[in-house]
């Protein structure tokens, strides 16, 4: 029996669904469950052969988040001791009981398009988008899917694929991201892995505009990478990660014998809350939407956060019967309510730290070192309260810890 929302032309696969969610990353499944949960037949379309074959991120994100979107334990490795070197300095920070934490993303990002699908949303796996146009009632996507062309119908697409946003590019909404960050990564065995504590690593040997780091992944595994910002640096994050790897430089030597198991490169957008990410029929959220945090290159939880929401809000809007851009503006306005500030104020942080000598940074370092961990956490998950800020800025004992709240506190306080 042929289903009804499915009809065969020639080679060409018809299928209709409320909404259709292109990406199967932590934004799409995300938004794929919570639409399915509120009852619309969704489809997620994934140009990958499985989910998270290829990984393009680092996979750390915070304790409370993972207790947030109830991740599993084996998910991921809890850490408690964060490390920043610069060339002649180092400070640690701790905290007592594990406040960060390293993702296996492929568990991670698995489990999270399972509850998609337990929730009634169909994976079409091997299904890779190539082209979207406007239709009388929403939008066609059109795919190539396991050797034969498929067209897929909805009434609200959600564009989750990510970097490319391939949903939006094509219907000439939105152009390639100019300032993005590059990073590419080993995930390794190592003789020495201190399994509760992570390392970020600054200056110019490190990167010319970004950072390196060592984040471990469990008791023998780490990821070692590096992160360059685009435009301001031309140099190649895989060549730099080779070359610290090989003179085995700042923190690295302490891991001993190292075995690469896999190679990680990706990219992420890093100009801010600049997009548009509603127009009638359509959602942007994720990398897509631009919903990362500039200072540490981060997404992961606001691809969750705002990926549910975006789910929820393409639901409520086809059981209104409107998915005009006026019927779908909530969302917006609560994800940019969420963050615009946070993200501003890190944005000003993250220009400060492009323009840093290897000296200065060194004294970036000492000021860094003042903070307590919670200071330290707020300032590094870009949880900017304005109140607080405000408050550090005025009077935490540390004169160059008050100067830079102030940076954060100003550019808050603009939006
Ligand atoms: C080097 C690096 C390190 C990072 N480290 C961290 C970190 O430590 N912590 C953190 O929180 N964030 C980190 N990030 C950012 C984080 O990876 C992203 O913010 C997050 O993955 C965004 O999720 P997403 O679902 O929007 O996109 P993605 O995870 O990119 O998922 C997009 C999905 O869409 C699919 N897709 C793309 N095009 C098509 C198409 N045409 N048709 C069908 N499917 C398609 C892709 O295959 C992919 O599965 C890092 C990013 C980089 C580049």
């Not at 969704?42 to 140009?47: G, P, Q």
């Not at 060549?239 to 075995?259: M, S, V, W, Y």
């Amino acid at each position: 029996m042929i289903d009804s929302n499915i009809s065969e032309i020639g080679s060409f696969v018809l299928t209709k669904f409320d909404i259709v969610v292109v990406g199967a990353g932590p934004a799409g499944s995300s938004a794929a469950e919570y639409a399915a949960k509120a009852g619309m037949r969704v489809a997620i379309l994934e140009k990958e052969e499985s989910v998270s074959q290829t990984v393009r991120t680092s996979g750390v994100t915070w304790i409370d988040s993972i207790e947030e979107f109830g991740i599993p334990s084996e998910c991921y490795n809890p850490v408690r001791n964060y490390v920043f070197c610069s060339p002649n300095s180092e400070v640690t920070i701790s905290s007592r009981d594990p406040r960060a934490a390293v993702l296996d993303v492929r568990k991670t990002y698995r489990w999270l398009a399972e509850k998609a699908q337990k929730a009634g949303a169909e994976l079409h796996a091997n299904t890779a988008v190539s082209d979207a146009t406007r239709t009388r009632d929403g939008i066609s996507l059109k795919a190539a899917s396991a050797g034969s062309d498929t067209t897929f119908d909805a009434k609200i697409v959600i564009d989750a694929s990510g970097f490319s946003s391939i949903v939006a590019r094509s219907l000439g909404l939105v152009s390639q991201w100019k300032r993005f960050g590059a990073g590419a990564e080993y995930e390794a065995e190592a003789e020495n892995v201190e399994a509760d504590t992570w390392y970020l690593m600054v200056g110019q040997k490190y990167s010319p505009a970004g950072y390196a780091w060592i984040f471990p992944v469990g008791q023998t595994t780490v990821r070692i990478g590096v992160g360059v910002g685009k435009p301001e640096s031309a140099a190649d994050p895989t060549e730099i990660l080779r070359q610290l790897i090989d003179r085995k430089q700042g923190p690295i030597a302490k891991l001993g014998k190292i075995a690469v198991k896999e190679f990680h490169y990706g990219l992420i957008p890093n100009e801010g809350l600049s997009r548009k990410t509603v127009y009638d029929g359509l959602i942007l959220v994720g990398d897509s939407a631009g919903q990362a945090n500039p200072l540490v290159l981060e997404g992961i939880r606001y691809a969750i956060r705002f990926g549910r929401i975006a789910g929820k809000t393409a639901a409520e809007a086809i059981s209104k019967n409107d998915t005009s851009e006026k019927a779908l503006i909530s969302y917006e306005q609560m994800w940019k309510k969420a963050i615009l500030s946070k993200i501003s104020s890190a944005s000003r942080v993250q220009s400060r730290w492009l323009g840093l000598s290897d000296s200065e940074w060194d004294r970036e370092l000492e000021i860094i070192g003042e903070l307590d961990i919670d200071e330290f956490l707020d300032f590094i998950k870009a949880e900017f309260g304005l109140a607080s800020m405000a408050r550090l800025a005025m009077h935490h004992p540390k004169l160059a810890v008050r100067q830079l709240f102030s940076i954060v506190r100003d550019a808050a306080k603009r939006n």
